[in-house]
């Protein structure tokens, strides 16, 4: 069986409290990708509308890389999936310690992003409460 290279799996899910289409718009413009993840270049192979987006993932790393919006209550719960490997490391095998360096680090940006779009889109709006 091939060995299969080392990898950084990232979940998260954050509640915003506004509808899909609002935090879809959010992802729509290729543009705004590069500030949420300035070291990856970005291929959509599934645009699923206010659903999310999938993509291919190459730069710092290689794989793919999810946005899912799902209806929940008054708002939406964004799910971001992370599965791909470095692009570069130190050396053939990075250690265990280097990749889960990478890994924290994967993990805190992606919650940076959902943290902030939080902010933005939600404007002080309260769950449960109209716009």
Request: net charge neutral.
């Amino acid at each position: 069986m091939p060995s299969v290279g080392p990898s950084v799996d990232v979940v998260d899910e954050t509640f915003l409290a506004v509808p899909p289409p609002v935090v879809a718009a959010a992802f729509a413009d290729p543009a705004a990708w590069r500030g949420y993840w300035p070291d990856l270049v970005l291929d959509v192979y599934a645009d699923r509308g206010d659903a999310g987006l999938r993509w291919t993932v190459r730069g710092a790393l290689v794989g793919t890389m999810e946005v899912w919006l799902e209806p929940v209550l008054d708002g939406t719960l964004l799910h971001y999936f992370l599965r791909a490997s470095p692009a570069a490391m130190p050396s053939p095998r990075p250690r265990p310690r280097d990749l889960r360096r990478e890994v924290t680090r994967r993990q805190l940006a992606a919650k940076r992003v959902a943290l902030e779009l939080k902010v933005i889109l939600e404007n002080g709006r309260e769950p449960g409460c109209p716009p």
